[in-house]
């Protein structure tokens, strides 16, 4: 069966891009690398030293806590400190190790360049022989099969079991991925198929061109592939595909591994600014979040260990691992809702109050808790306070009595109309929206309203409660006008900070903080004292809300970060500027895990906070260099001017520690170069390669406790350029690649143009060959047509045929070098030819010769090409007919395309035997068509047809050919 020319495309596409989509991000970012600077700062923390290759493809962690490392040259072993390595002389199949992976019985399946064995500790168990696929660089188990993959596209099933393989799917497999669900999907560019044992069922969950499909991981729900460079979801339950949205829009590339760590997140690299890697948060199946982790690395293999770091696996850059952040990393949901505004938090339960109603915060999301009273007034919690059990929520709706909620998840829940909440001793204290102040008693399951008062601050005022606080025996009112004050019967006390915007208000021992809209002010002792105006905390922020970490130690939420009130001292972590990208509304403590819940609007944060150890260290630890090694021609400035350095593998080479670190907490590091954006890391080591030439200042910070950061080390120093990288260099580099170029270019003209010609001199010899037989042919024929005529006597008939011989003889040889002739000297010579053919056989035939109007008689046509088929006619249609034969030749022209149709009223070829020949002539012409197109002179096409009769037998023979000195269309109806 024959392909049309869409299926051959495709196909042959599908062979010829199967192996270069795995080697073109090598050879794309060798060519964009090559004396290039790192345009995104510092890589993570990177381990070269101690690894058989630079070239990394894979790697595991073994129950035992090894790490094992697939290399170029080597399988190596790694505890955290030193590395154990293994060669073909151990037992490997060969020194490139593409893939790792363990099974369920603690084997280590290792594959090679030369086949695969299963290794445990220090060598192999044994190594599969039969079948024994090469070049595996995906296995995935899926007991008791386990499944290999090799670059060339071929999926083998291995049965552990029996130790042998069972077979192959009946396609070739671009890529597989561990289903959700058991087993395996493979992807070919056929289809998506899910794998049992060695049978392939087709999944076909959408008409996507599959060959764009360059990664798959399965999330449960859906897929995640990377589709035409991109993300996209494939719905399980729909099976449709969907892109995912992205606020920062980047592109893959042929990026064929994706990665989901433990905490749902997912990692991708991309070939885009000398190699990128990107962390994308999902928030919703089609919604992420894209951060930058690092760049100018090339990751084969992403994998995450046990205390949640990231390993990357790199081509030429050995391995770099980025160490898990919890400070930045303990996001919750960073997709909001936005403005939270309220918490609660208990050991057992955290409660979140937001612009969008009630969420309770498990360990990875906010789920939204539905309330059984009507949706439109679930909005803006302003508060969460629990009182023996029942819970009272404050929001902004308008309900004026109580809801006691029952059956719910939290137990007794009272919706409260109320824009601010305070609970002193069994009283309860509300704020309404219409200005009103009221007082409960908190008896039984509803509370019991005991006074109400109207706040007599300025009607513009009106519904601007914020807080409540307690001093002494006075209630403590923050409003957006300043502070009133109640006694405990709510009469009126005063006023404290008028026209000033107080958000919250709160004690701690003898003294009030006013948390306002220009920081923190303090009361003086005793509410006649006024407040102390002079003394104003972190005046450049707004403070909108505390929580009690100690009986010493105030926590406030500002525009800022989170302000540190620590006996009296005021200190800001301000370290987390990264984390809140806005204002943090809420905030609360947990003393048993000892973190801060930080609710900001663009997300919910937990921070671990020890107020004693923060005390101890908020200083945070100095830091001095312990070793530097170089290579190439660095020179440094202050602190290591002038100090002798040592040889390093690649780059800069630093080590360093810190001063005056008593213990507890490991310290942690961040960096950055020449300015670029942050790194963190818990490594006292670095490692910068691949500088490009110029002025570089790397600044290093210290922290043991993860909030305050203690005094920079800066390290300044220059990259001279190597010859390689100078000017000269450069530009005969670029000259022998000009020469270079134009020497194969000539060289593949002239060979190009030889080859044209050797076809042209094998066209022009077949051309005298068929003219050598030719004439013999005639002179035989000649022979015995004059011995007939001489006998009988015809004198006039003789010299009748001399004359026409001798015509036929002369356009012979006439133009006999030439590859095309003119039409009309064409039809000329095959005229003639026919004349002969009519003397020797008058009573059997006679011929026609018709030509359109319009036809140009200059025409170019190949040389003999038109006798040929009327030599065809005479031998298979005219002789084997009889009497009555006739020849029709019919000439036509349409736009740029000739036609040529010779027809005969013969039974066809193979009719009679007598007259069956080799089929030379015809082959020679499709040999003089395709010689023709080669040498781009022509372009021909032929066809030769039965004409039927009204019975549908053969009737006669239609050879039609189709000539232009331009490509010819697919279709052509004269």
């Known amino acids: 069966m024959m392909k049309n020319a869409s299926e051959e495309k495709s196909a042959g596409r599908r062979h010829a891009t199967a192996m270069p989509l795995r080697i073109l991000p090598v050879l794309l970012f060798i060519l964009a690398a090559g004396g290039s600077a790192r345009a995104g700062g510092p890589p993570p923390r990177s381990i070269t030293d101690g690894l ?32 154990h390595n293994y060669t073909v002389s151990d037992g490997l199949p060969s020194n490139r190790v593409l893939v790792l992976s363990p099974d369920r019985e603690g084997n280590l399946w290792v594959g090679t360049q030369q086949g695969v064995c299963v290794w445990r500790d220090t060598g192999p168990v044994y190594t599969l022989r039969a079948g024994f696929p090469l070049n595996v660089y995906r296995i995935i188990h899926a007991w008791p099969y386990v499944y290999l993959l090799t670059v060339s596209r071929k999926l083998h099933t291995f049965d552990v079991r029996s130790r042998q393989f069972t077979g192959k799917p009946p396609v070739d497999m671009e890529l597989i991925c561990p289903r959700a669900e058991g087993g395996i999907w493979a992807l070919s560019y056929n289809g998506l198929y899910y794998l049992e044992g060695s049978r392939a069922i087709p999944y076909a969950p959408a008409d996507i061109p599959y060959n764009e499909v360059y990664a ?15 993300l996209y979801t494939l719905s399980k339950k729909k099976k449709t595909v969907q892109p995912v949205h992205t606020a920062e829009p980047f592109i893959l590339g042929y990026n064929q591994h994706l990665f989901r760590d433990s905490r749902g997140d997912v990692w991708t690299w991309s070939i885009s600014g000398n190699g990128t890697v990107h962390r994308l948060r999902f928030s919703a199946a089609d919604s992420a979040e894209v951060e930058q982790m690092a760049q100018n690395i090339m990751v084969t293999r992403f994998y995450e260990d046990r205390s949640g770091d990231m390993w990357f696996a790199t081509y030429g850059s050995g391995v770099q691992i980025y160490p898990y952040d919890p400070y930045r990393d303990r996001v919750f949901e960073r997709s909001a809702p936005s403005n939270t505004v309220s918490m609660y938090i208990d050991p057992r339960l955290t409660l979140i109050g937001t612009n969008t109603g009630l969420y309770r915060l498990s360990e990875r999301s906010l789920d939204k808790i539905t309330l059984n009273i009507a949706q439109e007034h679930v909005t803006y919690i302003r508060k969460i306070i629990r009182h023996k059990g029942t819970f009272y929520i404050a929001n902004s709706s308008v309900i004026t009595e109580f809801a006691v909620l029952k059956n719910d998840v939290l137990g007794n829940v009272v919706e409260l109309p109320a824009r601010a909440l ?24 509803v509370p019991v309203l005991k006074r109400q008062v109207h706040i007599p601050y300025p009607a513009e005022f009106s519904g601007s409660v914020k807080d409540f606080g307690m001093y002494g025996n006075y209630y403590l009112v923050a409003t957006t006008n300043g502070v009133y004050v109640y006694t405990k019967n709510m009469e009126y006390a005063g006023q404290i900070l008028p026209g000033f915007n107080v958000f919250t208000v709160c004690s ?8 306002t ?22 005046a450049e922020a707004s403070v909108y809300c505390y929580v009690q970490v100690s009986p010493s130690c105030l926590a406030f939420g500002t525009s800022k970060g989170i302000l540190v009130l620590d006996g009296g001292e005021p200190w800001l972590i301000d370290r987390y500027d990264h984390l809140f990208a806005g204002h943090t509304y809420a905030i609360a403590y947990d003393a048993y895990t000892k973190t801060l819940l930080a609710g900001a609007n663009n997300g919910v944060f937990r921070i671990p906070f020890d107020p004693a150890d923060q005390k101890q260290n908020r200083e945070g630890p100095s830091l001095h260099f312990t070793s530097v090694r170089t290579k190439g021609n660095v020179e440094f400035s202050e602190p290591l001017g002038g100090s002798s350095v040592s040889a390093s593998t690649g780059g800069i080479d630093l080590a360093f520690s810190t001063y005056d670190y008593s213990g507890g907490r490991p310290p942690r590091f961040r960096y950055s170069l020449n300015g670029q954006p942050v790194q963190y890391t818990g490594s006292d080591h670095l490692v910068f390669g691949g500088l490009r030439p110029g002025d570089y200042t790397l600044r290093i910070e210290a922290s043991s406790n993860g909030l305050e950061w203690g005094a920079p080390l800066e390290l300044s120093f220059r990259v001279h350029p190597e010859w390689y990288q100078r000017l000269a260099f450069r530009l005969l580099f670029i000259a022998f690649g000009l020469i270079g170029t134009v020497w194969i270019t000539a060289t593949v003209l002239r060979s190009r143009n030889r080859r044209r010609m050797l076809y042209f001199e094998y066209y022009q010899l077949q051309l005298r060959i068929n003219r050598a037989k030719n004439i013999p042919h005639y002179t035989s024929n000649v022979l015995s047509i004059l011995e007939y005529l001489v006998t009988k006597g015809d004198t006039k008939a003789i010299n009748r045929y001399f004359t026409l011989f001798n015509r036929f003889n002369t356009l012979t040889l006439r133009e006999a070098h030439q590859a095309l002739r003119p039409l009309k000297d064409e039809l000329e010579y095959a005229e003639s030819f026919l004349d002969l053919e009519k003397l020797r056989l008058p009573e059997e035939f006679k011929f026609e010769t018709e030509i359109g109007q319009g036809t140009d008689t200059h025409f170019p046509v190949p040389n003999m090409i038109v006798h040929t088929l009327v030599e065809n006619a ?16 019919r000439i036509s022209q349409r736009d740029a395309v000739l036609q040529i149709v010779v027809e005969d009223n013969g039974p066809g070829p193979g009719a009679d035997p007598s007259t069956a020949g080799t089929g030379f002539g ?3 012409l499709e040999e003089q068509l395709e010689l023709l197109r080669r040498q781009k002179l022509l372009y021909g096409r032929f066809e030769m047809k039965p004409i039927p009769d009204a019975g549908g037998k053969t009737a006669g023979t239609r050879c039609t050919l189709w000539l232009s000195e331009r490509e010819l269309p697919n279709l052509i109806i004269f």
């Open 508 to 515: 701690s021992g003898k003294q009030v903080f006013l948390g």
């Open 874 to 889: 005479v031998k298979h249609g005219v002789i084997p007919r009889g009497k009555g034969g006739l020849i029709r030749i």
């Open 422 to 445: 305070g609970i002193f001793g069994e009283s309860l204290l509300m704020a309404t929206n219409e200005g009103e102040l009221r007082e409960y008693a908190l008896q039984g399951a």
């Open 922 to 924: 015809l082959q020679m």
């Open 52 to 83: 058989p290759h630079v070239n990394v493809y894979d790697m595991v962690q073994a129950p035992s806590g090894l790490t094992w490392i697939a290399t170029e040259n080597g399988l190596c072993s790694y505890d955290g400190s030193s590395f």
């Open 216 to 230: 798959l991981i399965d999330r449960g729900e859906d897929l995640l592939l990377n589709y035409k460079h991109a």
């Open 517 to 538: 809209s220009g920081g923190i002010y303090v009361m003086r002792p005793g509410l006649s004292g006024g407040v102390d105006t002079e003394r104003v905390i972190a």
